[in-house]
């Protein structure tokens, strides 16, 4: 697939400053206690919007525009009728150390007590939140908020195996898979491929730009959680 004019589709804004007074107003409604729902196999009930976080023209925007694309593609091809939104660019700084303990609760089996997402992830417009950070942490989809969003956390790129060549490409795809309620697998050569199993995102390393396929299971389920009559409620 040409998966760079797939991203080419999906219009990219920038935010603007009246978009961060309403989302200020929409944080200071969740700051109150959260509880969490579950992180895989639960479908959006709409379209989500987009928002990446990054400082200044970071290279991996476009591949968040990619996957975006090849989700959006591979959903099509099953002849579901959901769809990731458009995607908006916002240039501030990064919340890494909050990245970085947030994250740290969805990684291995934590149980159903996670805390709630701190008020500077959610302090963007936007269903499903992308950072684009530059601490080391592992890469991470958090759960739904009570108020129907999600946080996606993503690696620096001077942490390897991040600056491999193809690996970024594949572990922003790995966790918007996530974002939109896969779990993982065990078999290295497929995109979900993770923990408990031993496959890491260096398994993503190849010299041409390529995306991991999924297993048949995997489509099967975005089908049963996405299916041809979908529609947003």
Not at 123 to 137: E, M, Q
Request: net charge neutral; with cysteine.
């Amino acid at each position: 697939m040409n998966s760079i004019s797939e991203a080419q589709k999906f219009r990219r804004q920038r935010a603007t400053p009246a978009m961060f007074g309403l989302a200020a107003l929409a944080v200071a409604l969740v700051i109150t206690p959260q509880v969490t729902h579950a992180q895989w196999f639960v479908p959006w009930t709409h379209s989500p919007s987009i928002t990446v976080v990054a400082n200044g023209e970071d290279p991996r925007i476009p591949l968040v525009e990619e996957a975006t694309a090849f989700w959006n593609k591979t959903l099509d091809g099953l002849g579901s009728a959901f769809r990731l939104g458009s995607i908006t660019v916002v240039d501030r700084q990064v919340p890494e150390q909050d990245l970085q303990q947030f994250g740290s609760w969805f990684v291995g089996p934590q149980g159903p007590n996670r805390p709630s997402a701190p008020a500077s992830l959610l302090a963007v417009p936007g269903d499903l939140i992308i950072y684009l950070a530059h601490s080391d942490f592992v890469s991470f989809a958090g759960w739904f908020t009570p108020d129907g969003r999600r946080v996606v956390g993503i690696r620096g790129t001077a942490y390897s195996p991040m600056g491999l060549s193809n690996v970024a490409r594949n572990v922003i795809a790995h966790e918007i898979g996530h974002a939109i309620g896969l779990g993982h697998n065990a078999d290295p050569k497929l995109l979900m491929c993770g923990r408990p199993a031993p496959c890491r995102p260096g398994e993503f390393r190849s010299h041409e730009p390529r995306m991991f396929p999924l297993a048949e299971e995997e489509n099967r389920r975005l089908l049963d959680m996405y299916p041809s009559n979908w529609r947003p409620r």
